[in-house]
């Protein structure tokens, strides 16, 4: 799919937002048992992680970081943007997109990906000057808290 075509997908594509807060966090590959033993207690809406041979990242609503061991390192007071569409593997530009338009407003991202749907961490207090940013780009707008 090409830089257009993914324009299109993306203006037809629903943004769902989630105000957070949510928090980034690392910890040790030794703790990834508890991290997600924390994460599938914590019954949140979202919760995502990841281990690889340095570190296991998760990220959580900030209210469930607590049942998780104590983080090394740990980003706060981000609001999630899902690209609400399920997308196929082949599309290409459309975090590139996303991401560009979001740069061009000076709003720093963080971005993860679900089998077939992107998410775009922001700001929690650049919110309102994401989805500003992101107007003319993504769909209709779903709060979702």
């Known amino acids: 799919m090409t830089g257009g075509d993914a324009r299109a ?3 037809r594509t629903p ?5 957070g807060p949510f928090a980034l ?11 997600s033993a ?3 207690r914590s019954a949140s809406d979202i919760a995502l992680w ?4 340095l570190e ?3 990220l959580l609503r ?23 569409q399920p997308m196929e593997w082949d599309v290409t530009g459309v975090l590139a997109a996303v991401s560009g338009a979001l740069a061009a407003s000076g709003i720093p991202i963080g971005a ?11 700001p929690a207090d650049r919110l309102q000057d994401a989805l500003a940013a992101l107007s003319g780009v993504c769909g209709e707008v779903r709060q979702l808290d």
């Open 56 to 58: 296991v990242t998760a």
């Open 50 to 53: 990841m281990r690889d041979d």
């Open 15 to 19: 943004l769902a937002v989630r105000k």
């Open 112 to 122: 993860v990906t679900a089998f077939a749907r992107d998410h775009v961490l922001v």
């Open 62 to 84: 900030e209210s469930a970081l607590g049942a998780a061991p104590p983080p090394r390192h740990a980003q706060r007071g981000w609001a999630l943007l899902t690209l609400d």
């Open 25 to 35: 966090a690392s910890w040790p590959p030794a703790q990834a048992s508890a991290v």
């Open 9 to 11: 997908l993306l203006a």
């Open 38 to 40: 924390a994460a599938l």
